[in-house]
């Protein structure tokens, strides 16, 4: 009992101390990463990792390292043979407000046996289509749990990317994460930057690059990944990527191990200041605070408006917790104190990492008025945008017309914002928005007027005929016998069975997925009998489809059908007396949002 109480004090130590962390593009140097950093992260760290198949990207890459270096880049799912403790599980962060992953981490962290301290999960299409609200849901959840399990490292991920470029809700979406790990000292995989350039450090995100390293100029299409490749030969591997290169699993596998030894090469000089806070003097001056134990100096970092952090704008003696700013011009400013010591101990000096953000706003007018305000729906609420033209505004207050019955104010939001969203909303809403930027000087003008009308754009759809449904029997007493053209047999031993889903359903939210299997008749009737659906996880084609092969072009990996047997789908039971009927309905919304998402290949399922 008391070696694991020395052991619970260090990592609560640990985990004050890290700081903001990202790992990005720039993180994708193998030379980079000290090996002995490595084997101290393989000592200190016990991953549990959440993803489908985008986030498998990460794993694919690890491979890479641990075909070409097993003695450092080794990982199991149990740390045996001196390996990375690396145990991955399914689910992805969803979509907008989902905190299904939540749930799942608690109940991981809350068993008995648990002896995880590193937390990871990824996204799945989940950023693409969410809010400012579904995103602050994933944020305020990730924090809440680093301070409920403050023995745990929590990792945060932003979203693949999906094509939409600089000015797509992903990509807002994408830096409003970043933002908040910036302002937060929060730790941060950067999945979506490490697409956006590539080795050479080119850029492609303005090109509208997606995850599969694809990007657009003059209207045709090109890859980075397989031009860099054919430039650099001998450089990529062949590694299976899901939705993408190889090249971008290389890098991003690269990129987690730069992350882990990182975290564990961070010597624990002295804690971060807390409680920073900022407040406002005179008209041109602020007052930094914070709390300390103990520091030879404290180093002040400031950054002003859009420049660069100057990251030794001051420094002042360690008896001080305050700083006064002065003759200061109009503008918004943010600041960070770093705690130094002269002597860690060895007869080096060191620093704490960086305190959380402070900002705050000096203005002798109002600030300039917003423009270019614009309003689109996404499914599920209002979108808006707009160009933020001022320097000094302490927020924005957003205004809306229902109807015609005159503007209120429905939200106050920060400053340096350019977007936000409204979940308010019904169907057949006219809704007008305007806003306008505030600060102790006053309001701004407004912002020019943005009208929707909230469409009711929910359809359904049936997929019933052979032209949308492949499906054969498989029977293991003729394994080599195709029933994908036989509509009938008289006992059932297993049924393969894929949907065609129309584009109409690509990429949107699916609200709802039933399925229901229609029994033509029926003799023999047992009570308990019940069929079992599975996801099936190999390809195959109905003309040649058998119990020994998935088509002409594979046998399957399990004979009588490779399916998922670990998260069964549902169970259906056998109705009696179920002549020329449909038995119960099976809830399937959550497969089918995964195959919309393009997430995971469709398919189809087995019973």
């Known amino acids: 009992m008391k070696r694991t109480g020395i052991l619970s004090y260090i990592l609560i130590l640990a985990s004050i101390a890290y700081g903001q962390l990202v790992a990005d593009h720039t993180s994708t140097d193998l030379g980079s990463i000290s090996l002995s950093a490595v084997e101290a992260a393989k000592a200190q760290f016990r991953i549990w990792y959440g993803h489908t198949s985008h986030g498998s990207q990460i794993t694919s890459g690890m491979s890479v390292l641990a075909a070409d270096d097993p003695v450092h880049f080794n990982y199991n799912s149990t740390g045996s043979g001196g390996a990375l403790s690396y145990q991955e599980t399914g689910g992805d962060l969803g979509h907008n407000g989902d905190l299904t992953w939540e749930v799942a981490t608690r109940a991981q962290l ?42 745990v490292l929590f990792i945060y991920m932003t979203g693949h990317l999906d094509g939409t470029g600089e000015s797509g809700n992903l990509n807002l979406r994408n830096n409003q994460i970043r933002q908040y790990c910036q302002a937060n000292g929060k730790i941060l995989f950067d999945f979506a930057d490490i697409e956006s350039f590539d080795p050479d450090g080119s850029y492609f995100l303005d090109l509208d690059a997606d995850d599969g390293c694809n990007y657009w100029v003059s209207g045709s299409q090109y890859n980075w990944a397989d031009e860099w490749c054919a430039a650099n030969p001998g450089q990529c591997s062949s590694v299976s990527c899901a939705h993408s290169r190889s090249l971008n699993c290389d890098r991003k596998g690269v990129a987690f191990w730069w992350l882990l030894a990182q975290l564990a090469d961070q010597d624990i000089c002295t804690e971060v200041p807390g ?163 505030w600060n102790q000087n006053g309001p701004s003008g407004t912002s020019n007027e943005a009208t929707l009308t909230v469409p009711n754009e929910s359809f359904t759809v049936r997929l019933e005929t052979t032209d949308e449904v492949d499906d054969a029997f498989l029977d293991s007493l003729n394994p080599d016998s195709n029933y994908g053209a036989t509509p009938y047999v008289s006992t059932m031993e297993r049924f393969v069975i894929m949907f065609h889903l129309p584009e109409a359903l690509l990429g949107n939210t699916i609200l709802e997925a039933r399925l229901a299997f229609y029994g033509w008749g029926q003799s023999n009737w047992q009570p308990d009998q019940f069929l079992d659906l599975y996801r099936i996880t190999q390809y195959w084609e109905e003309p040649t489809v058998t119990w020994n092969q998935a088509c002409d072009c594979a046998i399957w990996t399990t004979p009588g059908g490779a399916f998922d047997s670990t998260h069964p789908l549902g169970q259906i039971p056998i109705t009696e007396n179920c002549d020329h009927c449909f038995y119960p309905e099976i809830d399937i919304t959550e497969l089918v949002q995964v195959w919309a998402d393009g997430c995971q290949d469709n398919l189809g399922s087995c019973w």
């Open 275 to 437: 409680n920073v806070e900022l407040q406002l003097q005179t008209t041109t001056s602020l007052r930094l605070t914070w709390t300390h134990t103990q520091a030879d100096s404290f180093i002040i970092q400031r950054r002003f408006g859009s420049q660069a952090w100057n990251l030794s704008y001051a420094t002042i003696p360690g008896t001080l917790r305050s700083f006064d700013d002065t003759g200061l011009a109009d503008g918004t400013y943010q600041y960070r104190v770093v705690a130094h010591l002269n002597d860690d101990g060895n007869g080096q000096p060191c620093d704490s990492s960086p305190s959380s953000i402070a900002q705050g706003v000096i203005a002798t007018q109002p600030p300039m008025a917003p423009t270019q305000l614009a309003v689109s729906y996404d499914g599920a609420s209002v979108q808006l945008t707009w160009t933020d033209n001022a320097d000094n505004e302490q927020g924005f207050i957003v205004e809306r017309d229902t109807d015609g019955a005159g503007f209120v104010e429905i939200a106050q939001i920060g400053a340096n914002q350019a977007s936000w969203s409204d979940t308010n909303v019904n169907a057949g809403m006219v809704l007008t928005y305007r806003i306008f930027a």
């Open 110 to 151: 809350n068993r008995p046996d648990n002896d995880r301290n590193v937390v990871v999960w990824s996204w799945c299409g989940g950023v693409s289509d969410n809010t400012v609200s579904g995103i602050n849901t994933y944020l305020n959840a990730m924090n809440q749990l680093e301070l409920d399990y403050p023995h």
